[in-house]
Nanobody, 115 residues
Framework: QVQLVESGGGLVQPGGSLRLSCAVS????????VGWYRQAPGKERELVALIPISGSTTYSDSVKGRFRISGDNAKNTVFLQMDNLKPDDTAVYYC?????????WGRGTQVTVSS
């Protein structure tokens, strides 16, 4: 059974930084891709960043140059480093894996960017 546990969300001022973590169980190597999505109030869930097993990392245009996704395979953890945060980045951020039987999701972690 897939388990994804996010952490690292919180309240930050515009221009600040946060790093989100996602503990993945079982091993990251069980999945075709791992990544992060977000959902703001009244909006649909959208892709933020995705790392495939093979191929290039994908970022949404709105976060390119500000966010960076990375993984620690030994610890089965995926990170999302978020810099120069903007109020429009306010959302619940969800960890996601894409496997043989479809997508799995964490419960999400709230990120609020406000002065």
């Amino acid at each position: 059974q897939v388990q994804l546990v996010e952490s690292g969300g919180g309240l930050v001022q515009p221009g600040g930084s946060l790093r989100l973590s996602c503990a993945v169980s079982p091993s990251i190597f069980n999945f075709r891709a791992v990544g992060w999505y977000r959902q703001a109030p009244g909006k649909e869930r959208e892709l933020v960043a995705l790392i495939p097993i093979s191929g290039s990392t994908t970022y949404s245009d709105s976060v390119k140059g500000r966010f960076r996704i990375s993984g620690d395979n030994a610890k089965n953890t995926v990170f999302l480093q978020m810099d120069n945060l903007k109020p429009d980045d306010t959302a619940v951020y969800y960890c996601n894996t894409k496997g043989l039987y479809g997508d799995s999701w964490g419960r999400g972690t709230q990120v609020t960017v406000s002065s």
